[in-house]
T-cell receptor, first 115, second 116 residues
Framework: AQSVTQLGSHVSVSEGALVLLRCNYS??????LFWYVQYPNQGLQLLLK??????LVKGINGFEAEFKKSETSFHLTKPSAHMSDAAEYFC?????????????FGKGTTLSVSS | GAGVSQSPRYKVAKRGQDVALRCDPI?????LFWYQQALGQGPEFLTY????????KSGLPSDRFFAERPEGSVSTLKIQRTQQEDSAVYLC??????????????FGPGTRLTVL
C-alpha cells in the first residue's frame, strides 16, 4: 500500500527565509508525487508534480522539489518566503499503473510566514 | 466559470437527515473524484467516476454514502441518515483524461458539512 508522511504539522519561517517542507513516501512501484497548496476556504491548487522525468521539479510561485529515491523523499523548498506563501501544504502520491487511481495525501503542513 | 464548482459551500444538518452535495466539474473532463477532508487531516479518497461509470467506490465509508454522475458531467454525493462523524469538508476534483493519475486534478472549493 502507498502512503505519505509529512514531517512537521506546522512550520514557521521569517519573510525572506528558506522554506523546507518535508515529505516521505512509501510505494511498492515507482510513484507519481505531487505537492498541493490550500488557502483558506479555497480548493487545493497543484504546485508541482514528479512523473519519472527530471528528479528536480520546478513549480509555480518559486517552489521546487527533488525526488530522492534512495531516501524515499520529495521535500518542497523555496529559497525566499513571502507572506503570501502562508497556507496549508499537502504532499500526495499516486500509482502510475492503475486507471482511475486517486491521490493519497499526507496530513498536511501549515506554513506560517512572519514579517 | 472555468473551474470546478461545488454547492452548497456550507451545509448544516441534524443527525439523521439526508444531504446531497453537488459538483460541477470542468466541462469536458472525463475523470471525477470525491474526497473527504476531516478537520486537521489531508483529503481521503471516496469514489471515482470515468464519465458516467463509477469505477471505484472503495473509499465510501458506509452504505449510507452514495454517489452518481448520470450524464457524465455533474455529480452528486448523497449521505443518508447523517451522523456526527460525517462532519467534514467534501472535495470534488476533475481531470481531463481517463485515469487521472498523471493529469492534474482540479479541485473545487469544497462543501463543509456540519452534523449536529
Amino acid at each position: 500500500a502507498q502512503s505519505v508522511t509529512q514531517l512537521g504539522s506546522h512550520v514557521s519561517v521569517s519573510e525572506g527565509a528558506l522554506v523546507l517542507l518535508r515529505c516521505n513516501y512509501s510505494s511498492s512501484v515507482p510513484p507519481y508525487l505531487f505537492w498541493y497548496v490550500q488557502y483558506p476556504n479555497q480548493g487545493l491548487q497543484l504546485l508541482l508534480k514528479y512523473t519519472s522525468a527530471a528528479t528536480l521539479v520546478k513549480g509555480i510561485n518559486g517552489f521546487e522539489a527533488e525526488f530522492k529515491k534512495s531516501e524515499t523523499s520529495f521535500h518542497l523548498t523555496k529559497p525566499s518566503a513571502h507572506m503570501s506563501d502562508a497556507a496549508e501544504y499537502f504532499c500526495a502520491v499516486s500509482s502510475p499503473n492503475q486507471a482511475g487511481t486517486a491521490l493519497i495525501f499526507g496530513k498536511g503542513t501549515t506554513l506560517s510566514v512572519s514579517s | 466559470g472555468a473551474g470546478v464548482s461545488q454547492s452548497p459551500r456550507y451545509k448544516v444538518a441534524k443527525r439523521g437527515q439526508d444531504v446531497a452535495l453537488r459538483c460541477d466539474p470542468i466541462s469536458g473532463h472525463v475523470s471525477l473524484f470525491w474526497y473527504q477532508q476531516a478537520l486537521g487531516q489531508g483529503p481521503e479518497f471516496l469514489t471515482y467516476f470515468q464519465n458516467e461509470a463509477q469505477l471505484d467506490k472503495s473509499g465510501l465509508p458506509s452504505d449510507r454514502f452514495f454517489a452518481e454522475r448520470p450524464e457524465g458531467s455533474v455529480s452528486t454525493l448523497k449521505i443518508q441518515r447523517t451522523q456526527q462523524e460525517d462532519s467534514a469538508v467534501y472535495l470534488c476534483a476533475s481531470s481531463l483524461a481517463p485515469g487521472g493519475a498523471v493529469d492534474e486534478q482540479f479541485f473545487g472549493p469544497g462543501t463543509r458539512l456540519t452534523v449536529l
